[in-house]
């Protein structure tokens, strides 16, 4: 066994003993509590509650059709919540602040006839600069990203990866203290996948709060600190990734030259044996009194490993498995 | 950026910033476009097509319809009739009809002019029959009724019982008397009203498709986003305004070319002198500055009306669907002013006055022809409010109705997984614990 996962399960240990967060301090970009959003009579979303600290990395996680769109349309105050209040940086008229906010919504768009880089000054026009200032910093982020060739192109030239590049770089040309993407990554080859989660992990480095939302799990495990698991309208748990996958005990995996003995007394009850191995939930106490009654029994420890669960287990447990398999539908077919 | 330094900076557009962002786009965009030069052209072309055709209209009515009398008479009174009907015309003009001798009648003493008209044989109006002292007319009883006198002065004059020669009258022209005047008025109101219908109309069609544009190139959420939506309707609304004028200017620039050049033909071919159009009662330039305000406000209430409706479609034929009920409702007004003209003050005619559609047409006709100008201020400000009201409540709907594509959108096709996930529901409210 890795002296890492041993270390892990002994401060899963700690963890469950303890409060469940630590208190964060920082202040919030955005708070939401109860929204409820109805559409001809069907609640879209029903009772959301979302903190996200200031600079951080966060994910609305969930299947098509659970409310992301509507849950971030919300918060942006595209449109209002039936119940519920939101805050953007304390405020709770999000239009208020549009110059610290940039928003790429899911269904990308853009004038075909604009020039790639009016496209982006047209965009920061929209959050308050000039059209002057939009077009340098438009260039600069063209050029920044390989695309300064494509300035002077229009839209319909290009693309569609560029477009959305073109898009993205519009979002952030008046340089947002919270961006907001819906489904950023869907589109996307994995090349340009890569370079978008170098971009929001700069802007975080940057201070900038991001919020997205995705039907890919592993975006949101490697990208975010933070996410809200939505399914079905509701948000049945938003908090950090760490603290999701901590909610499902790590899988141990044991194998013995002892086949019997006093020893198996000490297995959890769900202990599943395959013939010299042993499949269990790591046991709520830790791992350490487990070796310890292990050794004493001589079971003859051949190899012992610990795996965390990853926060596809935790959606599952969370979500259930209806909505994790339409998960991984919508990834595929995205 | 923390919340009190983001109190501390001006976070957003004022509502005019924000308009003038959409309208500076939509203007430039809309105005440098082919579809728009197109668009220019098109409404030349009837005109033109128009022009031709009542050109070749008015040459086949005349031929097709005779003002020609034939004269049934002996030879001797037919030489006589036409003799002083060639006397007369110059005196009367139109007046005066175009006699022919009828072959069939000549030498003949049997001739039956009834008979003859009623086998419809020739083409006369009427014809005469008769002698000088008691010439008969047969035809028709309209022309009979509309030819009576003027075959009794010219058999008169055939006969000698008028004068031979007719003394000069002096003669001392006014403008117009009271009743001329009113009843001119009323034409100018109508021409005043028909254009600004036919021009609100013409160019209100821009706006339609214009947010369903915006939804087909899926730009309107990020607008949605950043901008409160009633500064983007009014935004959109003036840039076509602004485009509107364009056009009126180009087609007026046009419309004064084709005048100095043929003012003649124009005058022939529409049988009406323009410059004879009489003035209005508040005169050429405020009555000119007027109609500019009501045409503007006649085409920001439309636009505010067909700006929902592409707002509410979701393609630009969706929207012609749409749109059909507004133009009937926008025609009915029109008539509903039209046909008020010069009632002031009637149950009707101020209904068209105070109903914001029709208010701007209404009042056009008014400007014609009444002095008063207060009311004038007070129709304009309503009209203002109306526009107001009608781009909030637009937005507002459009903000209810329209983006609501997330969950609700799908809802339909993900019935099952819904379901699914409401039975999950509770066994994940058993795992999760409340969000934090």
Known sequence: MAVGDLEH???????LARPETEPDNRPLAIEARGLVKSFD???????????????????????????????????????????????????DRPHDLSRLIGYLPEERGLYPAMKAVEAIAFMGALRGLTLAEGRKRGLELLERHDLGYAADRQIRQLSKGMAQTVQLLGTLVHQPRLVVLDEPFSGLDAINQGKLERMIRALSEEGVTVIFSTHVIHHAERLCEGVAIIAGGRVPYAGSVETARDRIPAQVRLETSARDGGWTAALPQDARREGNFFYFSL???????????????????????????????????IAGEAAARQLEADAQSS | MTNQASADVKARLSFLEAAWVIARRDFV?????????????GPLFPVLVGGLAGAIGKTNSQQAVSVEIGIAMTAQDNAAMIAAATTLRPKLRGATPMLTEIDEARGNPDFDARAFMDARRGNYAAIVTGNLDAPKLVGTQRQVDRWSGPIELVAATAAGASPSRFPEAQSEVVTANAASERYSRVRTAQAAQMVLFLLTILLGGMVLSNLAEEKGNKIIEILAAALPMDAVFMGKLFAMLGVSFVGITVWGSLGWGFWAIAEDAIVTVTQTNYRDLPGPAVGWPLFVALGITYFSMAYLLLGSLFLTIGAMASSVREVQTMSMPVTMLQIMVFFLSAANIGATGTPLELTSVVFPLSSPFAMMARAALEETLWTHAVAIAWQGVAVIALVKGGSMLFRKRVMKSGGAGREKKSLFSRRAARVDRSAAEAVAEPAE
Do not use: Q
């Open chain 1, 9 to 15: 399960a002994s401060k899963r240990a700690e963890t």
């Open chain 1, 41 to 91: 009579g069907t609640r879209a979303v029903d009772g959301v509650d979302l903190n996200v600290p200031e600079g951080a990395i966060y994910g609305v996680l969930g299947p098509n059709g659970a409310g992301k769109t509507t849950t971030l349309r919300m918060l942006l105050g595209i449109i209002d919540p039936d119940e519920g209040v939101r805050r953007v940086f304390g405020n």
């Open chain 1, 283 to 317: 046991p709520e106490t830790g791992v350490e009194p487990l070796l310890k009654s292990l050794i004493e029994g001589e079971a003859g420890i051949l190899s012992l490993s610990i795996e965390r669960a990853g926060l596809h287990d935790a959606f599952v447990a």
């Open chain 2, 29 to 41: 965009a809309v105005l440098f476009s082919r579809a728009f030069l197109f668009f220019l052209v």
